[in-house]
């Protein structure tokens, strides 16, 4: 028998429909070909996961394009268009049996709400309903009906922070592998829901950590093939946002229709408790200064690259500067001109540039005076881990400011940090500081682990968990904005064969 051939491939990024900085090809980590696998094989993420199970399975894997960006702006049309070109042209050769996407599931374009939606569909109509296609997302995707009627099988994140990335991919591309065999006719159940969740949402804490153990415990038990709980990114407006709860049964549907049923009841019944409570700035910085035996790793809500915003508020720099500026920390600030100036100065100079809160504007603009300590562009670096260990990534143009005890690391693109060698890439070392922020909620929290103490903190912006405070319109009507009155409904889903 000819080596089975996997098509894999695609764009990953999540979006934030309220940040107007779009993500441009520039922001994008690409890989094609031969090069797009051999980089990806063996790390914790989608792609290596479909790779390592197709090639154990003795099958190949081949990749027209792989984007990878972090959370942004919307992602221009020419950039997801170039990647559907790639795509529908590999499709449309048809050397190969099926195909495992690993995408995220919450991208947006400026025009189009659903674009993995669309390429799915796409995909679909070149190949016919005969060839299996699967998708690995991310738990944060917004998972439509299109999504589920064109993919056979879609297998997202069970953990929150994300540690499972690899182990998602293995699920998406083990099920193409097995409806080649003709081990496996998955039937759907599925439930959406009406409602974000905001803050208390960590899967190895109830509500969550219950109810995806229930889900894990039918799928490892053989009641259902696969299951996922999606708990959509809360920055989409768009419509039918919410979470989708889903299992997969091999030919038969009961046991999925049952587990679907009891965890969307009690999905939407844990509402109100997904609603996370933080400490505030005032209290960290105060630890901070009557000294603490682990550097405070502060996750700024309010400008989360994670979640998509712009990562350049200058809320907590205010703070710092106002409590003297003596306190060991860095601070992270986006902001392409303050590289540029401080860069043309060069390092060793003391510059005055005028840095932060373009986007975020929850705080004003900061003029400081500084030194430069280290400047450059590409900087590249390695993912300590666990959450995507092994995973390569480089910073663009940067340069870090002194301001007395405060290392303000500026780059011309948003970076989450959720990785201490991000700060390292640039010259400064967190583990030596009282105060390190990072623009994520969650996933900082496993890669910091061993250097400091992880607290998410109440800040506002664009990231905050404070709803209520953005221009929503189209995603609504949805919990905490709205009360929606529903009884979780399960769907069934069986594609024509
Ligand atoms: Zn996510």
């Not at 299992?247 to 549907?253: C, I, K, P, T, V």
Request: charged share 20%; proline share 6%; net charge negative.
């Amino acid at each position: 028998m000819a080596k089975r051939r996997i098509l894999a491939g695609g764009i990953a990024q999540e979006s934030h429909s309220f940040n107007p900085v779009l993500t441009g090809r520039d922001s994008f980590t690409i890989t094609t070909g031969t090069d797009a696998v051999a980089r990806a094989r063996a790390t914790n993420s989608t792609l290596g996961g479909i790779i390592d199970t197709a090639e154990e399975a003795g099958a190949e894997v081949i990749v027209p394009v792989m984007f990878r960006a972090q959370s942004g702006g919307p992602v221009e049309e020419a950039v997801f268009a170039e990647v559907r070109e790639a795509m529908l042209g590999a499709a449309k050769r048809g050397d190969f049996d099926a195909i495992a996407l690993p995408l995220h599931g919450g991208m947006l374009t400026p025009s189009l709400h659903d674009p993995e939606g669309l390429l799915i569909r796409d995909l679909r109509a070149i190949v016919g309903a005969a060839v299996p296609i699967t998708a690995a997302f991310d738990l944060h995707a917004h998972v439509t009906p299109m999504t589920l009627a064109e993919c056979d099988l879609l297998a997202g994140y069970l953990t929150n922070p994300h540690a499972d990335q690899g182990a998602t991919g293995r699920r998406a591309g083990a099920a193409a592998l097995a409806m080649l065999d003709g081990r496996l006719e998955p039937v759907l159940a599925w439930a959406h829901l009406p409602m974000l969740t905001l803050g208390n949402d960590r899967t190895d804490q109830e509500p969550l950590q219950g109810l995806q153990a229930r889900a894990r415990a039918a799928a490892e038990s053989g009641a259902v093939w696969d299951a996922s709980i999606f708990n959509a990114q809360q920055f989409l407006d768009v419509a039918g946002l919410g979470q989708v709860v889903m299992a997969y049964g091999n030919a038969r549907s009961e046991a999925a229709e049952a587990l679907v049923a009891g965890l969307a009841t009690d999905l939407w019944a844990a509402r109100a408790s997904l609603i996370g409570v933080y400490p505030s700035l005032e209290s960290c910085l105060a630890r901070a200064i009557a000294g603490t035996p682990r550097p405070l790793i502060l996750g700024d809500q309010g400008d989360r690259v994670a979640a998509g915003a712009p990562g350049d508020s200058t809320y907590i720099l205010h703070a710092l500067l106002k409590a003297g500026a003596e306190l060991p920390a860095i601070v992270p600030v986006t902001d392409a001109a303050a590289v540029s100036a401080c860069r043309a100065a060069g390092v060793g100079a003391t510059v005055t540039v005028t840095l932060g809160g373009r986007y975020s504007t929850v705080a004003p603009p900061l003029t400081l005076t500084g030194e430069v300590i280290s400047a450059g562009e590409g900087a590249s670096l390695t993912y300590e881990g666990p959450a995507e260990k092994g995973q390569h990534a480089s910073v663009g143009p940067y340069a870090v400011l002194r301001v007395g005890a405060i290392r303000i690391v500026l780059t011309a693109y948003p970076y989450s940090y959720i990785d201490p060698n991000y700060f390292r890439a640039m010259g400064v070392e967190p583990a030596e500081q009282k105060i390190v922020v990072t623009r994520s909620g969650y996933h900082f929290t496993l890669n910091y682990a061993a250097i400091g103490e992880c607290i998410t903190i109440d800040t506002p912006g664009m990231s905050s968990y404070r709803v209520s405070e953005l221009p929503f319109t189209v995603a609504r009507p949805f919990y905490p904005l709205d009360e929606p009155e529903i009884t979780p409904e399960v769907r069934l889903l069986r594609r024509p064969a």
